[in-house]
């Protein structure tokens, strides 16, 4: 498995993937930027909180990593099937579902540390542009963290979940639009679910219970999906 | 019989269509086996069960004596095929495709590749992005990643498909040369018989789904009927000049043509015997049947 994972890092491309990772940080930053400086300038706004600033980045991280993790799905398994290269891959002496469970892997690690990457950076700006600007209301507190790590580190969990989702669907019928698609859902539905809490958070039986359907989900896909492919 | 291959009662069906039925191949260590068939016939079909990339119905493959089953990944080290078209990540070079072959094979010697390509003639041209090759160059490097690896048993679908003439002489020589100096067992599918004539020892007819025969190229050749081919200008007299003649064996295929089977009939006595009785000899020849005239006779009898 190890070998299987080094292999699909390489055709991953891990430069080109750490570059969007940055672009898509940077992008997150200028988006910020704009939307503080509009509230500090616009006398008829108030300056937004640290509060809901990171709920801004938590709905932003997620948007972007989810959405990409669905584009590299499509890009590293679904087009495997359509262009018909699975072929190549399922007549070598390697375990089919393990060589699609690495794949999986790379996927699920990359969008993990990417969205921890850019909750840090996205938290570290704002404190930084708030100490040497005073762009946000408020000082920040050590004490934020308590409910932003175990906030972030959820966050990263569930859309580390939620990013199989676009495998499972686009796997029905190996359709590149339908992993695409689900990963859109998918954002849709978990902001429809986490602000009818009042932490903007899922509560842990939410949690366990999306992981219970996905897994057994995932299970069936594997033993019903992966192997057909004609 | 030692087989490297042998499938046994396969059977498969899309939609209610049976595509492949009752199958058994026996392929003989060290053979080369021409897998003949018309379009649509389950050749593809068969060559990927034996490569589990479909399962069947019911039936099973065996290969080097192991069924074949999901959990029989380990067997494919050595097996090489080429199934369908030639697919490759079409982004990567030549090479690049290959050295990824490598990896997921478990093959260290990375100098073969440099190997593989002379052997098929790409050589120049491996660092090209697969993307701009011609179908028929992506069919040689498909060979060469079928080859690369050194496998015992090659499986090859339509392989010469899209070749020029010159491409499909080179890889003939060049299957020819690793079944005689390396042993390797190759089982083909290929519409052109005229190159499975020449390169099988084995041939298996396919039609509708079910192997229709399957025996050794001498048996072909054996059975395959000599007859003396003639063209003329005048059917009807010419064919009444036979019989007066006391050649009963001879059949009347159009308004020109007539082949007398009795093998003995010489060429030089008809010819003079046209000649002196006023009919227009246009050629005269002795032939024999090919492997396509035995290959339509079956097919046309499954009809």
């Known amino acids: 498995m190890a070998h299987l994972l080094k292999l699909e890092l390489k055709k991953f491309g891990i430069v080109r993937n750490v570059l969007f990772t940055f672009a898509a940080i940077l992008f997150s930053v200028l988006f910020l930027t704009v939307s503080l400086v509009d509230s500090m300038t616009d006398p008829e706004q108030t300056k937004d909180s640290f509060d809901s600033t990171f709920l801004v980045i938590g709905l932003l991280i997620m948007s972007i990593f989810l959405i990409y993790a669905s584009v590299l799905t499509a890009r590293m398994i679904i087009t495997e099937y359509n262009q018909r290269t699975i072929t190549i891959m399922f007549s070598y002496p390697i375990n089919r579902k393990q060589l699609i469970a690495s794949k999986l892997i790379v996927i699920t690690l990359y969008t993990v540390f990417s969205m921890a990457a850019a909750y840090i950076c996205c938290c570290g700006y704002i404190v930084a542009a708030d100490k040497t600007f005073d762009m946000l209301a408020g000082s920040f507190q050590l004490s934020f963290l308590q409910t932003w790590i175990p906030s972030a580190v959820i966050s990263v969990i569930v859309c580390a979940v939620l990013s199989l989702w676009p495998f499972i669907i686009g796997m029905i019928r190996k359709s590149i639009p339908a992993t695409i698609v689900t990963s859109l859902l998918a954002v849709f539905l978990r902001q429809l679910l986490i602000s009818q809490n009042d932490a903007y958070q899922e509560s842990l039986i939410q949690i366990g219970f999306v992981m219970i359907i996905t897994i057994c989900v995932i299970y069936f896909t594997f033993k019903k999906n992966v192997p057909q492919i004609y | ?303």
């Open chain 2, 1 to 303: 019989m030692d087989y490297i291959m042998e499938t046994a009662g396969l059977q498969k069906s899309y939609k209610g269509n049976i595509v492949v039925n009752d199958v058994n191949i026996h392929i003989p260590k060290g053979a080369v086996y021409g897998f003949v068939g018309p379009n649509g016939a389950g050749k593809s079909t068969v060559m990927k069960m034996i490569l589990n990339l479909i399962q069947p119905d019911s039936g099973e493959v065996q290969l080097f004596g192991e069924k074949v089953t999901d959990r029989s990944y380990e067997i494919f080290k050595r097996v090489g095929s080429i199934i369908e078209n030639p697919y490759f990540y079409e982004k990567m070079t030549a090479r690049q495709n290959l050295e990824l072959h490598c990896e997921y094979i478990g093959f260290p010697d990375k100098e073969r590749i440099g190997e593989v390509l002379q052997l098929v003639n790409l050589q120049n041209i491996e660092g090209k992005q697969v993307h701009y090759y011609s179908l028929g160059m992506k069919q040689r490097l498909a060979i060469a990643r079928a080859i690369l690896a050194r496998p015992e048993f090659l499986i090859l679908d339509e392989p010469i498909n899209a070749l020029d003439p010159e491409g499909i002489r080179e890889m003939r020589t060049l299957f020819q040369r690793l079944n005689q100096e390396y042993g390797t067992t190759i089982f083909i599918s290929s519409h052109i018989l005229s190159e499975v004539d020449l390169l099988a020892d084995t041939i298996g007819i396919v039609s509708h789904g079910k192997l229709l025969t399957e025996l050794p190229i001498e048996e072909i050749h054996k059975h395959q009927t000599k007859y003396v081919s003639l063209q003329v200008d005048n059917i009807t007299c010419a064919a009444a000049l036979l019989e007066s003649m006391g050649i009963k064996n001879f059949r009347v295929l159009d308004k020109e043509f007539i082949r007398i089977y009795d093998s003995d009939v010489s060429g030089k006595t008809l010819s003079k015997a046209l000649i002196e009785n006023g009919i227009g000899l246009e050629s005269l020849g002795r032939k024999h049947d090919t492997l396509e005239d035995y290959f339509f006779q079956l097919t046309e009898e499954d009809k």
